[in-house]
């Protein structure tokens, strides 16, 4: 049987690696899309080859692409997870997380080098607020009406490739991933286990999370399946409310006593703002801004995995309780907590 190359950009980030992992796992030819000065701390398995690709240029990386063909033949597989969450720019949302990905699209296209399958790593943000009086889950057919310009550059991205011809593929949208090396959720841990309980606002989130393990496996059931040309939502299949989510943490890291504290919307505002004209002075982006702002405002994430489970028999391995004990393990193991 021929060993299938695989193509994952973003490879150096913390989904990105665990991608590259259970590629190699599965004895694929394993190209990493990674810059040149991006840290490959978790990428140093010598089966692991290393590509820098232009997305930014698409004459260039049509080029690119054609010098690899001419030397290795094209890629039978791509998983595109390159993007970025935060920036000091709102517009680099665009470019990178829209604009890169078009460039890349036409690039395959013109280069003959269409892949058998090619997943696209988006996002629940793309959709937008879920229901916020009856809290039902977002399903397939409601209307995306994105109100961040994270969520608004991916549901571009999607619709380019939704209106792309003869382009195998399968569109992901994650809530949100947790798991070993993260940072956003391990600031959380952290802000616990200091003995603060910081939440935004008085109404209780529900909240949907998905294991990184469990999000990897759903990309090589989706990669490795006859289904094309659809998207799904991607969580545990479980609902959390924020106070569950801390009475969890509070539990797998022992700590007892912790000071809970609900900070009014509007003063969160106020400093999601600040915290961001900040970040354009400094030149480094903020982890609060106005679009995260928006974020953490959300009341709903619930969203219907159904189509996922019978489609690719996707089955989680990890509700919140595991997971969140092997992140801790790892952080704990790793100097991080």
């Known amino acids: ?19 590259v992992e ?12 990674v810059r040149k000065n991006s840290n490959r701390h978790y990428l140093q398995d010598e089966r692991i080859n290393f ?17 690899f063909i001419a030397k290795h033949g094209k890629f039978d597989y791509i998983i595109h997870n390159a993007g970025v969450t935060k920036c000091i ?10 604009q890169y990905t078009a460039n890349f699209i036409e690039a395959l296209q013109e280069a003959k080098a269409t892949p058998q399958k090619f ?15 009856n809290y039902t889950p977002i399903k397939l057919l409601d209307i995306p009406e994105p109100n961040t310009a994270y969520g608004r550059s991916k549901l571009k991205a999607e619709k380019y490739l939704q209106a792309t011809k003869d382009f195998p ?10 798991g070993p090396r993260e940072k956003d959720y391990f600031l959380m841990v952290k802000t616990v286990k200091s003995g ?21 496996n759903a990309a090589f059931l989706g990669l490795e399946s006859n289904i094309t040309n659809k998207a799904y939502f991607v969580s545990d299949g479980d609902v959390y409310t924020d106070k569950e989510y801390t009475s969890l943490v509070k539990q797998i890291i ?14 969160l505002k106020t400093i999601s703002i600040a915290a961001e004209e900040i970040s354009h002075v400094t030149k480094k982006p903020s982890t609060l801004n106005r679009d995260k702002f928006k974020i953490m405002k959300q009341r709903n994430w619930e969203c219907d995995i159904t189509p996922l489970v019978q489609d690719l028999g996707f089955k989680p391995e990890y509700d919140l309780k595991k997971g969140l004990t092997e992140s801790v393990a790892w952080y704990k193991e790793n100097g991080w907590l």
């Open 196 to 216: 603060l309980d910081v939440g935004a606002g008085f109404k209780p989130q529900h909240l949907t999370f998905i294991y990184v393990k469990d999000l990897v």
């Open 51 to 67: 590509i820098d690709l232009n997305f930014g240029n698409k004459d260039f990386l049509t080029e690119q692409l054609n010098n």
């Open 22 to 33: 259970k590629a190699i796992s599965k004895d694929y030819e394993v190209w990493a899309g």
């Open 89 to 98: 720019d709102s517009k680099d949302f665009d470019r990178v997380n829209f």
């Open 1 to 19: 049987m021929d060993t299938k190359r695989i193509l994952i950009t973003g490879a150096s980030g913390f989904i990105g690696s665990f991608l």
């Open 169 to 178: 593929y399968i569109i992901l949208r994650p809530t949100g991933v947790y």
């Open 119 to 133: 997943i696209l790593m988006s996002s629940l943000s793309a959709f937008g607020i879920g229901d916020e009086i």
């Open 254 to 267: 022992e700590k007892k006593h912790v000071l809970s504290l609900k900070v009014p919307l509007w003063l």
